[in-house]
């Protein structure tokens, strides 16, 4: 009665991994539980999740083949449009989120544009944008940009109102930390930077002033909401946007905290199920609205057999 935080299956939303092909199901090694999954898969894993509460997913859509100008990222029929897709069409209810980025899909892993061996941020929103109008083709909800280069969310909203998407929101990685709890998304994803790292494009974990900066850039561009990531190491800055923006503010807790968790759970070092319920309710009483976790499927199912 006088707890003044809730955590509920309607605020999580489950990532998804997606590849092509039909019936595929591979498990990934460095995050226990999830696996990548074909289109078809994808959506069935999407009708799990909202069966069991989930209202929406956040879909990463995997290469064919890389190249230096990402092309698989905007290649209609690419595996992540084809799961956008196969998802509406499965559950049309379901809140498909799809990331933006061009990492996963070039071949030397940065999340832009190289020009003369430097990542060219305006070079770069050409491309984000275009990626960004091939998942609203493919009819996604929103899209989620996690590149980090300024001025994107300004380039795909006029992107994607352009071609006539203006019903199709931006969630937007506002304050992304060029964090190492990113590794084992990175081997999911295949995304590790082939050369130097990400930390001219994404922050230093030590500002955060500079965050609520980012936020307020993106909220001015037009981000329908924003998003802190990691969430667990940076609670102070989820706090610190929710009080400073009225969009609704999301935070990620992002593989390496799944990870950390799964690990020491396989161990007996901790009870998994009331340390992943307490990170993800300490998430929630920093303030964030929502919350993007690899338990949300897991998560839903404690929080049902909670209160039945
Ligand atoms: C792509 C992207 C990354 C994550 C989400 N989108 C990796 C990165 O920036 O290297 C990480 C998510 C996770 O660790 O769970 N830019």
């Given at each position: ?6 955590l509920?299956?309607?605020?999580l939303?489950l990532?998804?991994f997606?590849?092509s092909?039909?019936g595929?199901?591979q498990?990934?090694?460095?995050l ?11 959506a069935?894993a ?7 509460g989930?209202?929406a997913?956040l879909?990463?859509?995997?290469a064919?083949e890389?190249d230096?100008?990402a092309s698989d990222?905007?290649?209609e029929g690419a595996?992540?449009q084809?799961?956008i897709?196969?998802i ?10 799809s990331?933006v980025?061009l990492?996963?899909?070039?071949d030397?892993g940065h999340?832009g544009?190289?020009v003369?061996?430097?990542v ?5 929103l050409?491309?984000?944008t275009?990626t960004?109008?091939s998942?609203?083709?493919a009819g996604?909800d929103?899209?989620?940009p996690s ?9 795909i909203?006029?992107g994607l109102?352009d071609?006539?998407f203006?019903g199709?929101g931006?969630?937007s990685?506002?304050?992304?930390y060029a ?10 994803a295949?995304s590790?930077?082939g ?5 001219g494009?994404q922050m230093?974990p030590?500002?955060s002033r500079?965050a ?6 993106d ?13 667990g190491p940076?609670?102070d800055?989820?706090?610190a946007?929710?009080e400073?923006?009225d ?7 992002v ?7 799964k ?6 070092w901790?009870?998994?199920?009331s340390?992943a ?10 303030g964030a609205?929502l ?9 839903a199912?404690w929080l049902?057999?909670e209160?039945s």
């Amino acid at each position: 009665m006088v707890r003044e935080t809730h955590l509920s299956s309607d605020q999580l939303i489950l990532p998804l991994f997606v590849v092509s092909g039909q019936g595929v199901t591979q498990p990934i090694d460095a995050l226990p539980g999830q696996s990548r999954l074909s289109p078809d898969r994808a959506a069935e894993a999407a009708e799990r999740a909202y069966g069991a509460g989930v209202p929406a997913v956040l879909l990463f859509g995997l290469a064919d083949e890389k190249d230096e100008i990402a092309s698989d990222a905007y290649r209609e029929g690419a595996p992540g449009q084809q799961a956008i897709a196969a998802i509406k069409a499965a559950v049309p209810e379901m809140v498909v989120i799809s990331d933006v980025c061009l990492c996963a899909f070039t071949d030397h892993g940065h999340c832009g544009v190289i020009v003369d061996g430097d990542v060219d941020n305006d070079a770069s929103l050409e491309l984000i944008t275009r990626t960004a109008v091939s998942h609203a083709e493919a009819g996604v909800d929103l899209v989620a940009p996690s590149d980090m280069m300024d001025g994107r969310v300004a380039a795909i909203r006029e992107g994607l109102d352009d071609h006539g998407f203006t019903g199709v929101g931006i969630l937007s990685y506002a304050a992304k930390y060029a964090s190492a709890f990113y590794g084992p998304f990175r081997e999911a994803a295949g995304s590790a930077p082939g050369f130097g790292d990400r930390r001219g494009y994404q922050m230093d974990p030590a500002n955060s002033r500079e965050a609520q900066r980012e936020i307020a850039q993106d909220v001015a561009e037009g981000a329908d909401l924003i998003m802190v990531k990691p969430a667990g190491p940076y609670l102070d800055v989820i706090a610190a946007a929710s009080e400073a923006v009225d969009v609704p503010v999301v935070a990620y807790q992002v593989s390496g905290e799944y990870g950390m968790l799964k690990a020491a759970a396989e161990r007996g070092w901790l009870d998994e199920r009331s340390a992943a319920l307490e990170t993800l309710t300490a998430i929630r009483r920093a303030g964030a609205d929502l919350i993007i976790t690899y338990y949300a499927q897991q998560v839903a199912g404690w929080l049902t057999e909670e209160s039945s």
